[in-house]
């Protein structure tokens, strides 16, 4: 269970909504996760000290964050599968974040032996729950998805917006299922204040019919404009549990994703490869994307503005300083990003947009040589033949030439290598 929330939570490093992990440690019996410190702990305990009617712009707040931080957990094919106010903690700064990855899994990998247990059933979709009532554990049709996690927010949405926790007046565990599949939703307390368009978010969250459920990027565009177009409240309308004054939001995260169709990462990707789509509208997808800390995007961003097909407004200096910076974040993202490895390498072998270094640039060759970068292997091999290190350069050359890569099989057959 650690090592599998380990896994995931190193994949996630990038994502300001996301807990923080710091790494683990052992006590007597059992292994620990060690994350960042989350002030007021979650948001089940916070919101039991609030009111329906007070301090509703911070909660938008905390609707907002868990969108970002759920719309980048679809972009890299995660699936939480716990989505419930006791997975969310609140940091000092009034951020909210997800946290337990303990059932969490990629999509493709989901996920049709979710147990539903007692604990999440408030927040489960109807059709997980017929499936627990059905014991259609193994019908692959039914399996946890995208539909299911949407729903789940938008139960955790009304609970922001109610402070109380959702079918609170039940005490059976089946009586609320068999409300739920009956297709029972909570309603909103009238009168406290939480937008209209709020409301009608959570509605079509929460539709008995998964198909007509929003995706993920639509629910974080709606949210982002009712927290950004909801009016100020006064410091007296704040929850008596909050005693300082809330730090002002430095929110950088605000995209039209309308603008570029609502373009998923791996959807931008297909287009930029089949290379029909207009340029400018897949540059923004990935420079949303990347802003919100996906690092495949974050190289695709760079890519685009490497070859001038982005908005970028600036000299060819601060251009080149921007796309290092890009592409040297996806090469540390780990060994997913082999390419932003070699081209990283090329600037700082270069000196463009950072400080020429020989011995960073053969670091991150060797990195993408490693990773099986046909490119880079060659590269390696002939810096190395330029040094005097025969041995290591026929290493890398034939390991190239191996793979069917023209260049080093050329080069072998020049330089009487035998492959």
Known sequence: ?????????????????????????????????????????????????????????????????????????????????????????????????????????????????????????????PEMLRRGMTGEVMDTKRKYDTKCEVYSFGILLWEIAECRTPYSQYEDFMEITQKVIDGYREPFTPNTGIPERYQELVTSAVDQNPGLRPIFSKMLTALQDIFHSYDAESPASRPVSIKKRVPVRKDTALFNWGSFNYLT???????????????????????????????????????????????????????????????????????????????????????????????????????????????AMFNVATYYFANNNNEMGKYYMIMAASKKYEEAINYCKVNNINM
């Not at 000299?315 to 490895?341: C, F, H, M, V, W």
């Open 265 to 375: 990462i791996d959807k931008a990707v297909e287009e930029h490869k089949k290379g029909t789509m207009d340029k400018s509208i897949i540059y923004k997808c990935f420079d949303a994307y990347a802003n919100m800390g996906n690092p495949k995007a974050k190289y695709y961003k760079a890519y685009y503005i490497s070859k001038g097909w982005s908005d970028l407004i600036c000299s060819q200096g601060e251009r080149y300083k921007i796309t290092a910076n890009l592409y040297k974040e996806a090469a540390d993202r780990g060994d997913e990003y082999p390419d932003a490895q070699l081209r990283y390498a090329l600037m700082a072998m270069q000196g463009k947009g950072v400080e020429k270094d020989m011995d960073v640039a053969i670091e991150y060759l060797l990195k993408a040589a490693n990773n099986d970068h046909l490119v």
């Open 1 to 125: 269970m650690v090592k599998n929330q380990v896994t995931i939570l190193k994949k996630l490093k990038d994502c300001q909504n996301i807990i923080h992990f710091y790494g683990i440690t052992d006590g007597s019996d059992k292994y620990y996760l060690v994350t960042e410190w989350a002030e007021h702990k979650n948001l089940r305990e916070y919101l039991s000290g609030s009111e329906p009617n007070s301090a509703i712009k911070v909660r938008l707040g905390f609707a907002y964050d868990i969108a970002k931080g759920l719309n980048f957990l679809n972009a890299v094919k995660i699936v939480h599968r716990d989505i419930r106010s006791e997975n969310i903690v609140i940091t000092d700064r009034y951020i909210a974040k997800i946290t337990n990855f303990k059932v969490s899994r990629g999509i493709e990998a989901a996920t049709n032996n979710l147990a539903v247990d007692k604990e999440c059933v408030r927040h489960s979709s």
